[in-house]
């Protein structure tokens, strides 16, 4: 099967892998790989239907992407937004020293805006309150479980397309626990999946409106709408509240201090309606807090009877 094939040319050396790195869900993220060329392949379920995207890295001033599958034209659409061609930071002005650093470091770098609710909602969902491991392997095993193979992918990638919602639907009850998803966020993917062309449809009246619908499902809350919003509009001021780790990081890159939501919250106030774009650089740069403390563990997930 032959390509759809798109070139582009940003009006900015976009970093492509870069861009696009918060799509990936975990190491082993069945949905997005990148080869041993620098090319990204991702899987994804458009409203046009299936679609396998390869994105080269740039090469003199041009981006390569090509796409299989019935959603083949609607990845190729939408192209320019998810590698940030839509984010506009003219606006932004580093007020700590570190964040002008960071800032410098990555100047090229841009929020991407894939448009797809669902693709990353259902993972969103499935890190709640859990290990960054435990999560990346519940959503591992769920698309490699019930998702479907791609098209179009070099066979040794073994691309997979996530579950549709009418695939979350039907995953029986006893499965979830079997792939390391716990009764509460899977009762809340379903929920989520029961309302999700609506969903969809709310990203398309703007942030404000997706986040209103978001947090009608029972289940998500401030976090889930935030790290949803930052990836599927690009939104740059969906700061993650409700994470510790986030909020205590934030805190230690630009006080010296780890800090809770509320600190986190005045801390940020003044780049607002850039604060997203403050705390995502932060993770750009790798900027941690001293870890002295335990850690949360893995839990354990047994299998009920069948």
Known sequence: MSPLVRRWRPAWPCPVA????????????????????????????????????????????????????DGAAWVLEALPAVLGADDDPSGFVPRHEIVGRLWRRFPHWRLGASG????????????????????????????????????????????????????????????WLRLGIDHHRSAALLRAAQVAPALERAARRGAAELDRCLRTVRGIGVWTSAEVRSRVLGDADAVSFGDAHIAGNVGYALTGTPTDDAGMAELLAPYAPHRHRVQRLIELGGVQRPRRGPRMAPRAHLPVPT
């Open 18 to 69: 870069l861009v696009l790195a918060p799509l990936r869900h975990g190491p082993g993220d069945p949905t997005f790989r990148v080869d041993a060329a620098g090319t990204t392949w991702r899987a994804v379920r458009t409203p046009a239907g299936p679609a396998t995207l390869a994105i080269d890295p740039l090469t003199r001033g041009e981006v390569l992407a090509r796409a299989w599958g």
């Open 116 to 175: 797809l609710v669902m693709e990353s909602l259902v993972p969103a969902i499935i890190e709640q309150k859990v290990t960054g491991a435990e999560a990346f392997s519940g959503y591992r095993r769920l698309v490699q479980r019930f998702g479907d193979p791609a098209s179009g992918a070099a066979s040794e990638l073994r691309l997979m397309l996530p579950p549709t919602p009418a695939q979350l639907l039907a995953v029986p009850s006893w499965e």
